[in-house]
């Protein structure tokens, strides 16, 4: 019989050496060849060494060719503060300060995509922001990298995620034009991606691009995802100001409890489901 401490995930690289049989993903979806060439990076911006124009056009263009970046070098004395204390210890003082930090970020990175695109900056400071969710992974190693995923390929039902990945270790993969592209781990950066509702509300102008975790066999893996969601009842439909006789909505309008229930429901199909 299994004990306890053998059933948490996380102690399996040392009792298991093969990957349990409802972990392994059928022959299509298990990780091949990614590439890494410098042409095909995920764009990074330094967020202290710019201007605000300069960053608002390189966010936009990596959001509308990639959906994903990374920000660095964010000067913010107490987000490098706490982001120092948050990697030594989870308690919960910490992470109010580190998601009302992070809050501050999404908002600022949405209100430079809103100049963007065009919509009022103050688009996203009511109901479409209200409800983030902050969740912890642990990718301990695996027996076998080349049969399972940490993650499977997914797009995130979420206007935007700011991810703070491991220091060192590789295996957030995002998915461009066919090819998997790896996403480097830089520290102190955090990854941006934009997600299905910003996709939708900008009509299809950002990508809600598709990604993945592949694991590996020597090292564990932890990453800290901040998801910025709607209020269940926040209407999600491309944006009025961006739609008119020569741009129609690509999308239905749904509130946002009747997206999650389709997203939980349709997975990887819900694409079809959104249009209009
Ligand atoms: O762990 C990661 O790098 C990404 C996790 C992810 O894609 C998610 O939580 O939606
Ligand atoms: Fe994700």
């Not at 298991?16 to 059928?26: A, C, G, L, T, W």
């Not at 501050?104 to 900056?121: A, N, R, Y």
């Not at 479409?128 to 990298?145: D, M, Q």
């Not at 996403?183 to 941006?192: L, Q």
Request: hydrophobic share 40%; with cysteine; net charge negative.
């Amino acid at each position: 019989m299994e004990t306890l401490d053998n059933m948490f995930v996380s102690n399996w690289s040392n009792v298991r050496s093969s990957v349990p049989p409802s972990y392994i993903q059928p022959i299509e979806n298990r990780p091949g060849n990614v590439i890494s060439s410098s042409c095909k990076a995920i764009p990074v911006i330094d967020f202290g060494g710019h201007d605000r124009d300069y960053i608002a056009k390189y966010i936009l263009k990596a959001s509308e060719e990639f959906g994903f970046f990374q920000v660095s070098k964010i000067t913010t004395t107490s987000l490098s503060h706490s982001l120092y204390i948050f990697r030594m210890l989870l308690i919960s003082e910490v992470v109010g300060k580190y998601t009302q930090e992070l809050r501050k970020l999404g908002l600022k990175i949405l209100e430079l995509l809103c100049e963007g695109i065009g919509l009022d900056q103050e688009y996203f400071c009511g109901e479409l922001v209200e409800n983030p969710a902050l969740t912890a992974h642990h990718y301990p190693p695996c027996p076998n990298p080349s049969l399972t995923l940490g993650v499977v390929k997914h797009r995130d039902p979420s206007i935007i995620t700011i991810l703070l990945q491991d220091e060192k270790v590789h295996g957030l993969q995002v998915h461009k034009d066919g090819e998997w592209i790896e996403v480097e781990p830089i520290p102190n950066a955090f990854v941006v991606n934009i997600g299905l509702l910003l996709q939708i509300i900008s009509n299809g102008r950002l990508i809600g691009a598709e990604h993945r975790v592949v694991t590996n066999s020597s090292t564990p893996r932890t990453s800290v995802a901040y998801f910025i969601y709607p209020s269940p009842e926040s209407i999600i439909e491309p944006s009025k100001d961006l739609v008119n006789e020569n741009n129609a909505p690509i999308y239905k309008s749904m509130t946002f409890g009747e997206f999650r229930m389709n997203f939980f429901n349709k997975g990887a199909n819900i694409e079809a489901e959104l249009l209009s």
